[in-house]
Structures are given as structure tokens and as C-alpha cells.
């Protein structure tokens, strides 16, 4: 967006747009400075619960950001809307963050550690993050993968974005990396992508195993799985958690086919 940032010293009241961000300055050591979250932020479940909501991630409240007078407010270019974002640099400093893989994700948090004071923390965060995607065993070899991310209409995961990223380092080849961004995907173009795997999301849209069988039925020679989306787009220190998870789906997928 072409804005700088400059903070006269550490923010001590921030807001945060952006859940895997929000899970994040927690896990920083800063709950005592978070004053404010959006809807959508759900970690750590017990201490968002006790801050101010400040609408959603696409519908700011910007009377109760007044009211909460934030020193930083935290947002993210995908997440966020721009309308949004700029009505709130007019009064506030504003940090966003743009990632689209692991080491935009990494160098988010060294730039948070750095704004907030928390370099020791952050250095610690990067460091567990790093060893766990080191140990990564991809499934051998690459799978043609579709990931879904909603339903009514079809919404699959295309190229330029963290998800796309995340399947690549699984060996999950995307179906879909041909298209930009979440392409609506008619039941006509799944058949013909033909993926030996399909991937289906607990978020946005929560997919549960009762939604399986109408993509079964769309395409009968594909292993259905039903993912941990967190796992897959949270871009925050949720990482920390996700190398195993991905492994322990990648173990199961490559034992199905």
C-alpha cells in the first residue's frame, strides 16, 4: 500500500485484524497489550474471549477502534479490506503483512518481534517453526491435489497464496495452481482436473465427512480427506504446531493410495 510506519516507542495498546496474527501477539507475550480483536479471532480461546471485538476481518466497527485509542493496529493485504485499512492510517499507525509462503510468514514474525519489543521471543518462535518444516517428509511421488475452501458454489485453492505454498511442501501437487488466487470450480472442470486427492477444509466453510460423498460421487478414483484448515493457512505461530499435523496427513494419505 506504499504507507511507512513509524512508532515513537513500543505500542502498548494494539489491535488486531487478522486471527493467526491475533494468536500470534499472544503467544509473543503481549496479552496484557492486546485491547482489541475482530469476530474471527478464536486463539488462545480463553484470553480472546476477554478482549473487545471490533467487528470482522472485512467489516471493521470503527467507532469502538475509536474508542479503544490503539497505538498500533495490525492487519493483513489478503485478510482485510482496503476501504478498511485506510480509513483507519487516516488516525492510527497500521501494520500490514502480505504472505504468501513460509519465509514471508517467518519474516512477518521477526517484523512484529522488532515492532513490539519482542525480538528474543520472536527469534525463539522463527527457530521452532524452521526445525519443524525442516523435518518434513513430502509424499513421494507428488500427488494431484485439489483443496477446497467452500461450497455452493465450488471455491478451490489456486495459485499465490500460503495454502498453495503449504501443499507444495506436503508433495501435494495443486489441481488448481493454473488459477489465481480461490477460483469458483464447476463440478464439470473437477472431473476433468482429475485429482487422485481431494482436501476438504474445516474453514471457511466447515466441510465435515458427510460432505465426502458428493465429491466421491463427482469423482470416484480420489482419496476424500477431510483436513485442519488452521493447519493449512494460519500463518502465524500456529506453525509451530503444523509440521506434525501435515506429516500425520501426508502419513495417511500415502497409506490410502
Known amino acids: 500500500m506504499g504507507h511507512q510506519l513509524m512508532l515513537p516507542q513500543p505500542p502498548q495498546r494494539i489491535v488486531s485484524l487478522v486471527p493467526s496474527q491475533t494468536e500470534l501477539l499472544f503467544d509473543l507475550g503481549l496479552a496484557d497489550r492486546v485491547v482489541g480483536v475482530t469476530k474471527f479471532c478464536i486463539h488462545p480461546r480463553e484470553q480472546v474471549k476477554q ?71 520472536a527469534a525463539a518462535l522463527e527457530q521452532g517453526i524452521e526445525s519443524g518444516f525442516a523435518q518434513l517428509r513430502p509424499v513421494q511421488p507428488g500427488i494431484k491435489t485439489a483443496y477446497f475452501i467452500w461450497r455452493k458454489p465450488y471455491m478451490a485453492v489456486g495459485s499465490h497464496n500460503i495454502i498453495d505454498h503449504i501443499l507444495g511442501r506436503c508433495g501435494f501437487v495443486n489441481a488448481f495452481a493454473h488459477r489465481q488466487r480461490y477460483p469458483e470450480v464447476t463440478p464439470d472442470e473437477l472431473q476433468q482436473a482429475s485429482p487422485q486427492l481431494i482436501l476438504l477444509s474445516s474453514e471457511p466453510y466447515p466441510f465435515k465427512e458427510k460432505h465426502m460423498a458428493e465429491f466421491q460421487e463427482l469423482c470416484p478414483q480420489a482419496s476424500i480427506k477431510v483436513v485442519d484448515g488452521e493447519m493449512f493457512s494460519w500463518y502465524g505461530s500456529r506453525l509451530l504446531h503444523a509440521p506434525a499435523y501435515l506429516q500425520q496427513v501426508i502419513d495417511e494419505v500415502q497409506e490410502a493410495l
Open 51 to 121: 478482549k473487545v471485538k471490533t467487528g470482522g476481518t472485512k467489516n471493521f466497527n470503527f467507532d469502538r477502534i475509536d474508542e479503544l485509542q490503539p497505538d498500533l493496529i495490525i492487519g493483513n493485504k489478503e485478510e482485510n479490506y482496503k476501504a478498511g485499512i485506510e480509513q483507519l492510517q487516516q488516525k492510527y499507525p497500521v501494520w500490514m503483512s502480505d504472505i504468501y509462503t513460509l519465509a514471508d510468514a517467518l519474516e512477518m514474525l521477526q517484523q512484529l518481534g522488532k515492532l513490539t519489543g519482542t525480538e528474543a521471543r
